[in-house]
């Protein structure tokens, strides 16, 4: 297998910057007179990108900012940060790019998460797919929905003084050629700039541990790492957060690099490249070192999940006390607060890391410790959705995510009562429809998973009628009927991560386009294109 360029790699793909904790998503739309402007500002910004390794002219000093994982990780103490962009289908078509070479980009992600629905269709088919309907319906979020979106800049800083004065600074070196996409919801011409925080407890809103089963990339610096180690007896730690993977862990988490960055080998032996750029040398291929990011603003009701979990404490333990009330909302889950999954039984708080290395079909396959509808059974089912355990693992494997959300709002209790707070949600993969939409419509949003007979994904945000969920024990399981989501849908779209030098081409090409400006036909050709 070739070795990942990972310098041509943005470094959102290897690292949820843990010691970057503040950060912010800046949604933005190219506009419509930029001219040559945004081939300078790709340009530009393609230099303050973090990268997932050092650039092949590294040269690093004390004083300059870190723009690679390695010396972000290496500096010690003082303020930084980090840059990474994603453009979205219309934003790559804006670019002047080969409309060849845009063609090889996923349907999906062509598509958009919120394509409008036929004219005799209520919903459109991704909608319904992913149970976007409702209160959830794409015409009622704040953005992504009904505003055209081009791009989003992920920024994240050591402070939130420092968060404030990195927004500001892109934002204006931005403003020649891109303005801030406004919300067309309840902040109603507000911009969107959806800041977040990563806690100290890297706990969410409800109130668990969250980020820890996570897949590793074969090939990346913590696969080698961990192989390299294995015959230590301790755990090393990872400058990631976690430790090194075991044996056991590289069985169930080490995943082929293909299913998360284009261009190299995934579980099914295939690599997914540019055909033109291979076909015609000196051509950039636009995929490669690239993948694809989803991005979903979720609101959580913190106040309708405790009073669901305080419901289910009353009918299982027979009391509303704060220790039933906590195991309740675990079984919701498949987790403690602290992380530790139920299949491993009571919660250690004194342990530094929670167990991931445990399997269902011989741990737990009836469910009784961690019910078969928990959240974390369907996001990930490991050996358990398959003809055996062993393919059902490999076929898993297929479908994994890497996750790099943070909570935004504030906690309860904090700041306004009536202030809005939730997850955002990013997934980084190279499938989109072999993985987040599979995971979120087979598993999560499906009232059969696992041989149920109703019920979803307790924690999601959709709901069927007569929706329950269902905890396994003798002498009879208990079914509980579940009110309504806790979590509503208000923003979203599908990006792509480019690699660095694919940035570079598309700066390349937006610049060309302004210096040999397109005949009427050609201009006509590109704006039915780009605007339908």
């Known amino acids: 297998m070739d070795s990942i ?34 081939g300078r500002w790709l340009g530009g910004l393609s230099k303050r990108i973090m990268r997932a390794a050092p650039a092949e002219d590294h040269a690093h000093s004390a004083e300059a900012e870190p723009t690679d994982i390695r010396t972000l990780k290496a500096a010690n103490g003082g303020h930084h940060r980090a840059i990474n962009v994603a453009l979205t289908a219309t934003g790559l078509r804006k670019l002047n790019l080969d409309e060849r070479q845009i063609a090889e980009f996923a349907f999906e992600f062509l598509e958009g998460m919120a394509p409008r629905p036929a004219v005799d269709a209520a919903v459109s088919r991704r909608s319904n797919l992913l149970g976007d309907i409702g209160e959830c319906a794409p015409d009622r979020w704040d953005w992504g ?23 500001e600074s892109e934002i204006t070196a931005m403003r020649a050629c891109c303005e801030v996409v406004v919300s067309a919801g309840h902040a109603r011409g507000t911009p969107v700039i959806l800041q977040s925080q990563l806690y100290d407890d890297r706990k969410e ?14 090939g990346s610096p913590k696969a080698r790492r961990s192989k390299d180690r294995l015959k230590k007896k301790s755990p090393i730690d990872d400058e990631d957060g976690g430790t090194m993977l075991s044996a056991r862990e590289q069985r169930i988490s080490l995943v082929k690099p293909g299913e998360f960055v284009l261009g190299y080998p995934n579980e099914r032996r295939e690599s997914i490249t540019s055909a033109v750029a291979n076909e015609e040398p000196g051509t950039c291929d636009l995929l490669r070192n690239g993948t694809y990011l989803v991005f979903r603003q979720l609101e959580q009701d913190v106040e309708a999940f405790d009073a669901f979990a305080a419901q289910l404490a009353k009918q299982i333990y027979g009391n ?48 009784m410790a961690c019910p078969v509808g928990a959240h974390i ?73 696992g041989g149920l007979y109703a019920g979803c994904d307790p924690i999601g945000h959709v709901t069927h009628a007569d929706d329950e969920f269902a905890v ?31 940035i570079q081409a598309m700066a390349d090409a937006a610049e060309s ?18 605007f339908g």
């Not at 491993?344 to 737990?364: M, P, Q």
């Not at 079914?479 to 979590?487: G, Q």
């Not at 386009?513 to 780009?530: F, G, I, Q």
């Open 377 to 449: 059974r369907r996001a990930n089912p490991r050996d358990i959705i398959g003809p055996d355990p062993d393919t059902a693992l490999r076929l898993s494997k297929m479908h994994r995510i890497i996750r790099r959300g943070r909570p935004y709002g504030p906690r309860r209790g904090e700041g306004k009562p009536d202030a809005r707070r939730g997850i955002a949600f990013i997934a980084l993969n190279a499938d989109i429809a072999g993985q987040f939409e599979m995971i979120q419509h087979s598993w999560l949003n499906n009232p059969n998973f």
């Open 5 to 38: 360029e990972w310098n041509d790699v943005q470094g959102l793909l290897l690292s949820g910057y843990p010691r970057l904790p503040y950060s912010a998503y800046v949604v933005w739309r190219f506009r419509s007179d930029c001219g040559d402007a945004s």
């Open 513 to 530: 386009r302004a210096a040999a400006p397109l005949s009427a036909t050609e201009e006509s050709k590109r704006r039915s294109a780009v």
């Open 320 to 367: 509303t006390d704060p220790s039933s009330q906590e195991l309740a909302a675990a079984r919701l889950i498949g987790r403690h607060k602290n992380g530790e999954p139920l299949i491993s039984g009571a919660a250690d708080s004194t342990k530094k890391t929670s167990r991931n290395d445990f399997l269902y079909a011989f741990e737990d396959g009836s469910g």
């Open 205 to 218: 809103h409800f109130g668990f541990t969250d980020g820890i089963s996570q897949p590793t990339i074969e």
């Open 472 to 502: 396994q024990q003798r002498p009879a399981n208990l079914h509980v009927r579940k009110p309504r989501p806790f979590v509503t849908v208000r923003g979203g779209a599908y990006f792509f991560l480019p690699g660095i030098k694919a």
């Open 145 to 167: 929905g009904t505003s055209d979106v081009d791009g989003m800049l992920l920024l994240f800083s050591t402070g939130e003084g420092d968060l404030q004065v990195l927004i």
